[in-house]
């Protein structure tokens, strides 16, 4: 989704601006452009693409800049296609902005500004944001963006600058993202602190509704009603390295290679004492003995995470569990009560359905739990609890490492549920989390075998159409491996329980449609073989994800991708290395571009 940046200080802010931009590549984007303070004047350039083939060679014919302030925005196309005009900022001499997110009630907006003389030339919402802000301004832009936000529905992350206040940034936020990065004699703004790391490491988390000013003197913060308070300054504890390639081609692989480390960071902090403990973020077992039921909320690889963790509580505590998309379950008036809790996954913590849901779990009454990534973000600071999963900075838009810590959270909190619940004794439950603990090592010889995933790839880069199967644990995990495959490769796969296949969709099934059987779970893998030959009888190549100490007999399968012998309950978390790497080789073999696939964002801040 849209990246925003923006610098005050002493030096040239062209390229600072434009660096800043390349870290937020990542989130997704489809135009980019700066404005910035030069001479009298507010000086702007933008263009639609990415920013090497657009932005970058338009600021070459530009020339140089002598400005030390300015904002910068990559735009990820909501309201008008990705053109130069609809590119950000947006304004008209005297006011320039960047916004990410969404102006619900921008036609309103736009047709009072029409009444009062203003015309457009984008098709954006931002758009009417920028003229309303310029027709309350008269002299002082803390009143103008009072009043402003006062008319203005929805949710937006704001990067402001008036002509008249040369070198002054103004920022304020609601829903969407924003921190404000304080270095030595300067300061910035940015959408997530990866944008400015490689400047400063501190930074302050702006709060619903708080306007910083950020002047050559420093940072201050102001209320809706003018009012200026202090904040307290945080320290990101990634350093630049995390996110950067390091040497590998790019960011997914790397973040695949990171797994067994990350896995580490997120688990080692929960046990004590060999049992899990989530009692640091408030839950404690007597907490969780209270509830009537739980429900996870997520969206895309973070509801997958959520299906790993039902079908584990539910065999380990036999406690009901109710797995939900955020956008589904917002609308749907959910049966959610007072004595439930409701665990929210996200990776980015800024996800808008899922933020949504969280909201109305609490209106509700429920206790919520959200397992987040990203440090002080939105979902994070709502929740009534929170857990971090430690992973370090995910920059690739395909999620892998984020996943990965989110299905071992999943783990710890099955043990902690069956533990609370009587279902599993001390001793079970300290075998369980030793073993979940040596996970990191096992993982590690999964991604060593890169070669053979290579291998895989080559044989299915051809094909139009995939099927994943599998049963019980192993349909959740085809159901992101599948996702993983569609969304960098563009190849199109579905993922369907073994079993249901033949009430239906079977009839999909040809000699040109590979299908990527999953059996890693000992009391069902005969029944999904049964299914394997059932599509080889009609024709279709098979890949058979198992452990390596299984038979199969040659005729069933065409490729067998063996993993390591764990116990059934911990395969997930060692299967989801080869689906991750195939869907990582076929999407190289056949040139996408991996890291930004099309139409993608990584952080969804819009519904
Ligand atoms: C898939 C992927 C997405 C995210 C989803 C939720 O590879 O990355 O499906 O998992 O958009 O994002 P977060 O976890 O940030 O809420």
């Not at 987040?372 to 395909?398: H, K, L, Q």
């Not at 012998?565 to 869907?583: E, H, K, R």
């Amino acid at each position: 989704m849209c990246g925003i940046v923006g610098y005050v200080g002493k030096n040239k802010c062209r390229d600072v601006l434009v660096d800043s931009l390349r870290r937020l590549e990542y989130r997704g984007y489809d135009s980019a452009g700066i404005a910035v303070f030069e001479g009298e004047k507010i000086k702007t350039v933008k263009a639609k693409g990415k920013i090497n083939e657009g932005l970058a060679l338009k600021l070459e014919e530009t020339g140089e800049l002598e400005a030390t302030a300015g904002i910068g925005h990559t735009r990820w196309a909501t309201h008008g296609e990705p053109s130069d005009i609809n590119s950000h900022p947006i304004g008209n001499g005297r006011v320039s902005i960047v916004h990410n997110g969404i102006i619900e009630n921008y036609r309103e907006l736009k047709n009072f500004l029409i009444s009062k003389g203003y015309g457009f030339e984008s098709e954006t919402d931002t758009e009417t944001v920028a003229k309303l802000l310029d027709y309350y301004y008269d002299g002082d832009p803390l009143e103008a963006i009072s009043k402003a936000l006062k008319d203005i529905q929805g949710a937006y992350a704001l990067g402001i600058m008036f002509r008249q206040h040369k070198n002054k940034i103004y920022a304020v936020r609601k829903e969407s993202p924003l921190i404000v990065g304080k270095g030595e004699n300067e300061s910035y703004i940015a959408s997530d602190v990866t944008a400015i790391l490689e400047y400063t490491r501190e930074y302050y988390l702006l709060e619903q509704n708080e306007i910083a000013v950020l002047s050559e003197k420093g940072v201050k913060f102001y209320d809706l009603h003018g009012n200026d308070f202090e904040k307290e300054l945080q320290t990101a504890d990634w350093d630049i390295s995390a996110a950067q390639k390091g040497g590998y081609k790019h960011f997914m692989i790397k973040e695949i290679h990171e797994q067994p480390a990350a896995i580490r960071n997120t688990v080692s902090p929960r046990v004590k004492d060999g049992l899990p403990d989530f009692t640091e973020c408030g839950l404690t077992i007597d907490r969780i003995k209270s509830y009537r039921s739980i429900y996870i909320v997520g969206c895309g690889s973070a509801m997958h995470a959520g299906l790993v963790g039902k079908a584990l509580i539910e065999k380990l505590a036999r406690v009901p569990v109710v797995v939900d998309i955020a956008s589904e379950f917002r609308y749907k008036d959910p049966i959610v009560t007072a004595d439930d809790l409701v665990v929210i996954i996200s990776q980015s913590g800024e996800t808008a359905d899922t933020l949504a849901a969280l909201k109305l779990s609490k209106s509700i009454g429920a206790d919520t739990f959200a397992v987040v990534n990203v440090v002080g973000s939105s979902i994070a600071r709502e929740a009534d609890m929170v857990m971090y999963t430690n992973a370090g900075p995910e920059i690739s838009v395909c999620s892998t490492k984020a996943y990965a810590v989110q299905v071992a959270f999943m783990y710890l909190f099955a043990f902690q549920v069956a533990y609370a619940m009587e279902k599993i004794n001390e001793k079970e439950c300290r075998e369980l989390t030793a073993e979940l603990m040596g996970m990191p090592e096992i993982i590690q010889t999964c991604i060593d075998s890169e070669e053979k995933y290579q291998y895989i790839a080559s044989k299915i880069m051809n094909a139009d159409s995939l099927m994943y199967i599998g049963r019980g644990l192993d349909h959740a995990l085809s159901m992101e491996g599948s996702l993983k495959l569609k969304e960098i490769s563009y190849i199109h796969s579905e993922a369907y329980a073994a079993g249901e296949l033949k009430h239906g969709t079977i009839s999909l099934i040809t000699e040109d449609v590979p299908v990527i059987a999953i059996a890693t779970q000992r009391d069902l893998f005969e029944k999904t073989v049964s299914n394997v030959r059932e599509v080889k009888a009609r024709g279709a190549k098979v890949v058979m994800v198992c452990r390596e100490d299984v038979e199969i007999d040659k005729a069933s399968v065409n490729y067998k991708v063996g993993l390591p012998t764990v116990s059934d309950l911990l395969m997930p978390l060692v299967t989801v290395v080869p689906l991750q790497m195939i869907a990582y080789y076929t999407a190289v073999s056949r040139g996408c571009d991996v890291d930004q696939p099309r139409n993608l964002a990584k952080s969804v801040t819009v519904e």
